[in-house]
């Protein structure tokens, strides 16, 4: 499978505010399902200064169009865009990218490669595979707070205020949960699984933990880890927002599904495709190979979509709401675009 997900370096990344990293925190290691265990005392949680806030406007589902504002080199070349503390987060083969509102400068957060990205109420994480390394940043002074030493072959992550919760395929399938208040980390194994979907591959929320492995979904208990049921899916991305689980396959027109997040069905289908979901009310947004697209998260009917001559390349990856903006960034050309969306 070919995969649009690429990170790249660029001449445009920035200086390392703060000074480099905070003292590593110290963590124990508890087995759930068929690990090994090892452990040391855990530390109390460093609590970040950051307050979320959310940008303002929030286009819905009424819109019918979407025009492009113009496009700037970025040197972002991966998912996710995350919005968050009045700015833009994404990974970076450099390091933890912000990305200022509304002038989308990038400044690099921490200057280590980041391969996935997720943000709570007060706190940005970062995942570097290279360094097996989960990182705690200040989305205010832009220190690391925390870092934590994770399994090999972590892959990507999701957060709720209680925890981070890492995805990992080390010959073994499973998943980390870091929990915030203790700095504790547990780890399980799903026996099950027969590796790691391309892209995404982990949500949380609503009550659940879920992985995918490319073939099955699985749900879990956020606070236990146990596996509660197994759900034959295709797909390389699992996002979730407004109200909704949504899987993806990253092949253009491979499908993107709705699906109930209390029972794991299939709500509702669109033959679009998608390396990233973003959410505003009534509408998801996919970052597709054919360009920017706009559908009900309810009936995921298309609502919307870029011109095919205003779509730079099917190389499109992060997504993000940016107040009455959507951003969206190309990993092949490393080039972030603003679009407009109208509802006439």
Known sequence: MTTRLRLLAHPLLGSLPGGG????????VAVVVGCSTSSSQPVAASRCHGRSTALAGSPGPAIRRLRAL???????????????????????????????VPSGKPTIAVRMPIDDVAVTSSCV???SQARNKLLEVDPGSLRVTRQWTLNRGSHSITATDAAVYVAYDSGTTGVERVDL???????????????????????????SVW???????YRLDPARLS?????????????????????????PNGGVERIDPQNDRVEARSQADAIQIAFSPGVAWLSAAAGTTAVSSVTA???????????????????????????????DLQRLQRIAPAEN
């Open 301 to 331: 009917r298309t609502l919307a979509a870029l011109p095919t001559s205003s779509v730079a390349s099917s190389g499109s990856a992060g997504i993000a709401v940016v107040g009455d903006e959507i951003w969206t960034t190309y990993s």
């Open 125 to 127: 994480y970062g995942l």
């Open 181 to 207: 208040a203790s700095g504790t980390v547990t780890r399980a194994t799903i026996h099950s699984a027969s590796g790691m979907a391309a892209d995404q591959a982990i949500a949380a929320g609503a009550g």
């Open 211 to 217: 992985e995918i492995d490319g073939t099955s979904l």
């Open 21 to 28: 990293l905070a003292t590593v925190a110290a963590v124990s």
């Open 70 to 100: 113009g496009s700037a080199p970025t040197p972002i070349g991966a998912a996710p865009l995350l919005p968050g503390f009045g700015a833009v987060w994404a990974p970076s083969s450099a390091g933890l990218v912000k990305l200022s």
């Open 227 to 251: 596996q509660i049921s197994t759900t034959s899916l295709v797909a390389s991305d699992i996002w979730l927002g407004d109200g909704s689980l949504w899987a993806a396959s990253e092949n």
